[in-house]
């Protein structure tokens, strides 16, 4: 599976930003996928993510309420809009999918995604 991220930018605080990931392959539709970012000199860490069918979502709790994740089998992407962002959204984002266990959980680990995108650069300047 190979996955690609678009959408990252320059925006001021308050702006609003959609990224895109794009996956190869014919088994998307089965896929749980998930957003995380990285800043500077920290962490990765889990933003988003949403199941194959994408009728359960989980938000990290910084998250909640500004961001939504949604995804389209149709067109084998998932979708982070990015509404009321901060100068500490300012992060590379990175998408993933986890294609081992749809039925369980969603995760916030990263170690349970098998399949990584490229970052997108998402800057928010004050």
């Known amino acids: 599976v190979q996955l690609q991220a678009s959408g990252g930018g320059l925006v001021q605080a308050g702006s609003c930003l959609r990224l895109?990931?794009?996956?190869?392959?014919?088994?998307?539709?089965?896929?749980?996928a998930g957003w995380f970012r990285q800043a500077p000199g920290e962490e990765r860490e889990f933003v988003a993510a949403?199941?194959?069918?994408?009728?359960?979502?989980l938000y990290a709790d910084s998250v909640k309420g500004r961001f939504r994740i949604s995804k389209d089998n149709a067109k084998n992407t998932f979708f982070l809009e990015m509404n009321s962002l901060r100068p500490d959204d300012t992060a590379a984002y990175y998408c993933?999918?986890?294609?081992?266990?749809?039925?369980?959980?969603?995760?916030?680990?990263?170690?349970?995604?098998?399949?990584w995108g490229q970052g997108t650069l998402v800057t928010v300047s004050s």
């Open positions: 993933a999918v986890e294609t081992q266990s749809r039925m369980g959980p969603l995760s916030m680990r990263s170690a349970a995604y098998d399949y």
């Open positions: 949403i199941n194959w069918r994408g009728g359960r979502v």
């Open positions: 895109s990931c794009l996956a190869s392959g014919d088994m998307f539709s089965s896929y749980n």
